[in-house]
C-alpha cells in the first residue's frame, strides 16, 4: 500500500489523456486504479492488522480517499478507487490523514506495508457501463455479494472492434433473456501490459456463482454459443482471478 499514486511522466500522460477524458466525459465510463500488493501467504495476518489500522484512522479523521478492498487468488491485496481525472494521479491522496494523523505516525503506519511484500504496482482500468449488464444500477460493490470471479479475455489491439462488438451483443442477449447473472466489463488502461476485456461477477459464494452459470448458459441457449465462437476467432487466451471483497478492509466515505 502506498501514500501516493505513482506521477507519470509528461509522454504517459500524453497516450492516458483520451481514456481519462472518456471516464470523465461520458456517463458510460469511468476509470479506477488498482492498487495491487501481492502479500507473503505467510503474512496475511500481519498485513492485515495493518490494513485495519489504516481503516481505523481514516475514519478516526473522516478521510476524504475511499477505497474497496478485495482479496483475490489468495494473497493478492487490490485497493480500487476511482479516478476521475488527470490531476489525481499527481495528488498525495492521503493528505489530509497525514496533516491530521502527523507526519511522523503517518509515515511509520505506511512503513509497515513494506515488510509483507517484495513488490506492488499500479494499473488503471476503465469500466465501461455501456457494455456491462447490472439492470438495477451499476455498481461495483453489490450489497451481500463479496464473492468475485473475474475472467479477463485478452485480444490483439487490431481486434478491438471486433471484441467490442462482441461484448455489445452479448448484453443484448443477457437483456432479451432476461438473465439474473449481472456482470461488469471493463477495459485494461495504463500499467496493464496485453489487451483484455475483464468481466467481474459477483456472488455470494463460489457455489452459487457456479450455480447462476450453469443455469444462466441454459437460459441463454445455443444464442451464446453463436456471440461465443466470434470471440473465440480473436481470443488470445483467458485468466480466472477469483476472491473475495474484504468490506473490514475498505474505506467508502460516501
Known amino acids: 500500500m502506498k501514500n501516493s499514486k505513482n506521477?507519470?511522466?509528461f509522454a504517459l500522460l500524453i497516450l492516458l489523456m483520451p481514456l481519462i477524458t472518456f471516464a470523465q466525459e461520458e456517463s458510460t465510463r469511468q476509470a479506477y486504479v488498482?492498487?495491487?500488493?501481492?502479500?507473503?501467504?505467510?503474512?496475511?495476518?500481519?498485513?492485515?492488522?495493518?490494513?485495519?489500522?489504516?481503516?481505523?484512522?481514516?475514519?478516526?479523521?473522516?478521510?476524504?480517499?475511499?477505497?474497496?478492498?478485495?482479496?483475490?487468488?489468495?494473497?493478492n491485496y487490490v485497493y480500487v478507487s476511482p479516478l476521475n481525472n488527470m490531476a489525481e494521479l499527481d495528488e498525495n491522496?492521503?493528505?489530509?490523514?497525514?496533516?491530521?494523523?502527523?507526519?511522523?505516525?503517518?509515515?511509520?503506519?505506511?512503513?509497515k506495508f513494506n515488510n509483507y511484500y517484495n513488490s506492488h504496482s499500479d494499473y488503471i482500468m476503465v469500466l465501461r457501463k455501456d457494455l456491462s449488464f447490472m439492470p438495477s444500477g451499476i455498481t461495483i460493490t453489490p450489497e451481500n455479494l463479496n464473492y468475485r470471479n473475474n475472467?479477463?479475455?485478452?485480444?490483439?489491439?487490431?481486434?478491438?472492434?471486433?471484441?467490442?462488438?462482441?461484448?455489445?451483443?452479448?448484453?443484448?442477449?443477457?437483456?432479451?433473456?432476461?438473465?439474473?447473472?449481472?456482470?461488469?466489463?471493463?477495459?485494461n488502461g495504463f500499467g496493464t501490459?496485453?489487451?483484455?476485456?475483464?468481466?467481474?461477477?459477483?456472488?455470494?459464494?463460489?457455489?452459487?456463482?457456479?450455480?447462476?452459470?450453469a443455469d444462466n448458459?441454459?437460459?441463454?441457449?445455443?444464442?451464446?454459443y453463436k456471440i461465443y465462437s466470434r470471440l473465440l476467432d480473436i481470443l488470445l487466451k483467458t485468466e480466472t482471478i477469483t476472491g473475495y471483497m474484504r468490506p473490514d478492509l475498505s474505506y467508502l466515505p460516501n
Open 93 to 111: 491522496v492521503f493528505a489530509d490523514l497525514q496533516e491530521k494523523m502527523g507526519d511522523e505516525a503517518f509515515s511509520d503506519l505506511f512503513k
Open 7 to 9: 506521477t507519470m511522466v
Open 34 to 75: 488498482f492498487h495491487s500488493d501481492p502479500v507473503f501467504p505467510s503474512k496475511l495476518t500481519e498485513y492485515e492488522t495493518v490494513a485495519k489500522n489504516l481503516v481505523a484512522e481514516c475514519l478516526k479523521h473522516k478521510t476524504k480517499a475511499g477505497w474497496a478492498t478485495f482479496l483475490m487468488n489468495g494473497s
Open 151 to 187: 475472467t479477463l479475455y485478452y485480444f490483439a489491439p487490431k481486434d478491438y472492434d471486433k471484441a467490442i462488438q462482441v461484448a455489445k451483443d452479448f448484453k443484448k442477449l443477457y437483456e432479451s433473456k432476461g438473465s439474473k447473472q449481472y456482470y461488469r466489463v471493463y477495459l
Open 193 to 213: 501490459n496485453e489487451t483484455y476485456l475483464m468481466v467481474a461477477e459477483a456472488s455470494k459464494s463460489a457455489a452459487d456463482f457456479h450455480k447462476a452459470e
Open 217 to 224: 448458459l441454459t437460459l441463454l441457449g445455443d444464442d451464446a
